[in-house]
């Protein structure tokens, strides 16, 4: 049923057959519970129905991402996780030639995060166990349950691809279900500009001094974890840094008294802390407020948006969740807003969903621009 490969030089037959038959069906596991960068325990592949399982530990596998890269299509489910490591070993970007179920199955009505495991059900009437999902994938020997289980992974991934596409194509979706799928690989594969993580963290409520302090904090928590190879989580959460900006402490004891923060980071980093906090660029370098929301919007906009998404989804037959995520929605409204450039808006919005969504939804917002910048004028 499967082959599980340990040795270096087993694993020529797996990259010769890889260049026969160049549309793979791929998975991995991993284990990332304390470190930033993913370790990779197993890399399960499909070739032509036949299964391989990499041992992570113990294998190059240079010259597998190399053809990972020039495949003629990688097949996944719920691909985020699988596609940052690849991008981690491999040491470049990006991956355009991807096709990931769980995008199809959305477009398909069936939500944005369906499990492999419901999707095998759904569409194929298999059920397969999901009990070794925590398991340590770097752990040596591997138990005849994890190899099981890794392999059905892949298994029938390839069955379930072929039917997802068949009914994607008989909706004439499956171009723009590709044409997301790159979006996403892309999006995996930019990296926020150090200046910008903040916005990832701040909000409208902040002043420019808080988001000035949200800033540097994002700035330095993102060099630490680099260099430290820790998650975000264990320097500072999200949730901490917006709770320092808001409490402002100017001591090691009212540090000591802020949302979820450790005691190890205030005792190794607080003075840095505290002086990220105090010591800040002349105002005029500060960030601008951020937009309100797009709820913040009139009510009337609010109805024509919620129509037009309406509309377009039972044109396409797509639903409307799979159509305008809130955060694309917040990127056209700030856009407007903001007086932004087009170029700047997400991928996603600058494809096949431009002429059906982008530019109406464009419209809209601007007969509603002086309503919306009125939002913007907040004291400081």
Known sequence: MFRFVQHQSDLADVLSLMDQYPIYGLDTEFIKVDTLWPKLGVFQINIAEQIFLLDGT??????????????????????????????????KKQLDNVFDTQVGLSFLGHGLQISYQNALKLFLDIEIDKDQTRSDWLARPLT??????AANDVFYLMKLADKIKQDLISKQLYDFVLEDCTNLTRE????????????????????????MQLQQLSVWREQMVKALNQPRSFILKNSTMIDLVEKNPRNQFQLSQVKDIRPNIIREHGKTILDLLKFLPDAEYWPLRMARPIRHSSQDVGSKVNLLLQQVSDDITVPKEVLLRKKWLNAIYQHVVFHGDEQDLPDYLLGW?????????????????????TQMQVAE
């Open 353 to 373: 969903r431009y002429e059906l969504l982008t530019k109406p939804l464009v419209e809209i917002l601007h007969a509603d621009e002086n309503y919306l910048s």
């Open 144 to 149: 005849a349950q994890q190899l099981s289980y």
């Open 58 to 91: 113990t294998l190059d596998l240079t010259e597998l991402w190399d053809k990972i890269f020039q495949a003629k299509l990688n097949i996944f489910h719920a691909c985020g996780e699988d596609i940052d490591l690849i991008y981690h070993y491999a040491q």
């Open 188 to 211: 995996i594969a930019s990296e926020t500009p150090l200046k910008d993580l903040y916005l990832d963290v701040g909000n409208y409520r902040h002043s420019r001094r808080q988001l």
